[in-house]
């Protein structure tokens, strides 16, 4: 490709070889011909990559190689723009509905994830473990990013998988930074991570997206091609009544523990101060219902006020925070030591986790191999305006920055390499108010 200019879109194969099920390099060919596209998955809510590859087999390669469901991928893409390549080492578990196109063409899809997923329903944890979550799960995975725990934790397995047990201690940790503590587990190429929502709301923005009317000209010409979104779909609005059911607003966490015969109940609050607890992906971020300029008891309090009962939650925990018993001090000093602490979280947890939800947008992009889950990335989108000059204004509400929940790498049908991102955010990026109501005010006031 050298002597020309690189373009948008364009994708770059360093290795697509498949090996059969002897996993021995005699034994391995390249798909890149046959390969009519192929997908790559990366999602903060999943323990493992994934991969879809849709073939059109001319050369019975299904049956001559032959393809059954256990083979490993290499696979080595990018975009030539940057140096940065995708390089991941999978492995098929499935093969799908096989389609003939004509006598000699057969149309199938091998799917693939990485090797621990395949492994996982092989594995029974069934050692004892205790110490720092942060620390626990080391022993599971080699990780690139682990956001560090508080306490101390007592774990017994129980024959679940490495997977089930990542999931348990996700639950149960208590961030030694962040008050939500809303562990996350998941896989990306470039390894594990095992950090929280807030950890992933202050990463640096990492890339500036832009959204362009096809009526307007925005005259940017500073805005490279790669950057421009090609295709932009809302997903999901703010939903109230989810909201409400959810926690998000108001919720109840009671805790009972056994061992102190102690009982403790707290309630969280969005408007009463929680929101302002935790950190947010807007930079300055503005409520998702606020009280219109604080007026409590007014005619414009959300409705959202005061729905803690719509979502109450209730466990077993050590409530060892609330209730200092001497005599178990005296006879099991170490209970005091360690425990269950969800109570102490849940609550805010509960909340952010349904605040991350209430906005989500579906972008595409020319291929871009350095996004990943878990980036923070800028969106630029305009608003719906009548006028102009309105087109050339960016959404207040919309607009900002986002967390990239699940990306899709994907090579279409004609070679041309795509990026779909799903992206969410928390809050706004401007404060609530109505444009509508101000001029209203004006004309009263004259």
């Not at 805005?223 to 999901?236: F, G, M, V």
């Not at 300029?293 to 719509?310: H, I, L």
């Not at 800028?378 to 919309?398: A, F, T």
């Amino acid at each position: 490709m050298s002597g020309r200019q690189l373009r948008p879109g364009e994708i770059n194969i360093d290795k697509f070889e498949l090996t059969n099920f002897s996993r021995s390099e005699a034994f391995a060919t390249s798909i890149e011909e046959i390969a009519y596209e192929f997908s790559y998955y990366e999602d903060i809510f999943s323990p493992t990559i994934s991969a879809d590859i849709y073939m059109v087999d001319g050369i019975n390669l299904i049956n001559d190689f032959p393809i059954i469901g256990e083979e490993d991928l290499f696979l080595s893409f990018g975009n030539p723009l940057n140096d940065e390549l995708i390089d991941l080492n999978l492995r098929s578990y499935k093969v799908g509905e096989r389609n003939s196109q004509s006598q000699r063409t057969l149309e199938y899809q091998i799917y693939f994830a990485s090797e621990n997923a395949i492994l996982d329903p092989k594995t029974q944890v069934v050692s004892a473990f205790s110490g720092k979550i942060s620390d626990i799960v080391t022993k599971f995975f080699p990780f690139v990013e682990i956001e560090p725990t508080d306490g101390l934790f007592k774990y017994v397995g129980n024959s679940m998988t490495r997977f089930e047990t990542m999931a348990i201690l996700a639950r149960e940790a208590k961030s030694q930074n962040n008050l939500s503590s809303s562990y996350l587990f998941y896989e990306t190429s470039e390894g594990y991570h095992f950090v929280t929502l807030e950890y992933l709301f202050e990463k640096p923005t990492a890339q500036t997206y832009y959204y362009i009317l096809s009526n307007a000209n925005r005259d940017d010409a500073e805005i490279k091609d790669d950057l421009i979104i090609s295709q932009l779909e809302y997903i999901k609005s703010n939903d109230l009544i989810e909201g409400m059911r959810n926690g998000l607003y108001g919720n109840t966490t009671s805790a009972i523990d056994l061992i102190r015969k102690t009982y403790n109940s707290r309630t969280f609050d969005y408007f009463g101060g929680g929101f302002d607890k935790t950190k947010h992906i807007p930079e300055s971020p503005s409520r998702l219902q606020p009280n219109f300029r604080g007026q409590v008891g007014g005619p414009y309090v959300s409705f959202a006020r005061d729905s803690s009962p719509a979502n109450e939650k209730y466990f077993v925990s050590d409530l060892n925070d609330v209730a200092d018993i001497e005599y178990i001090k005296e006879y099991d000093p170490s209970t005091n030591n360690f425990g269950r602490r969800r109570h102490i979280f849940s609550g805010v947890e509960t909340s952010l986790r349904s605040q991350m939800k209430s906005i989500a947008v579906r972008i595409a992009i020319p291929g871009d191999s350095t996004r990943h889950a878990g980036d923070i990335i800028e969106l630029k989108i305009p608003e719906n305006n009548p006028s102009n000059e309105g087109l050339r204004e960016y959404d207040k509400y919309l607009s900002g920055r986002f967390l990239v929940t699940n990306v899709r790498h994907g090579m279409k049908s004609n070679r041309e390499y795509v990026t779909v991102m799903e992206c969410v955010k928390d809050s706004f990026e401007d404060e609530i108010r109505s444009n509508l109501e101000r001029g209203v005010e004006l004309l009263l006031d004259d």
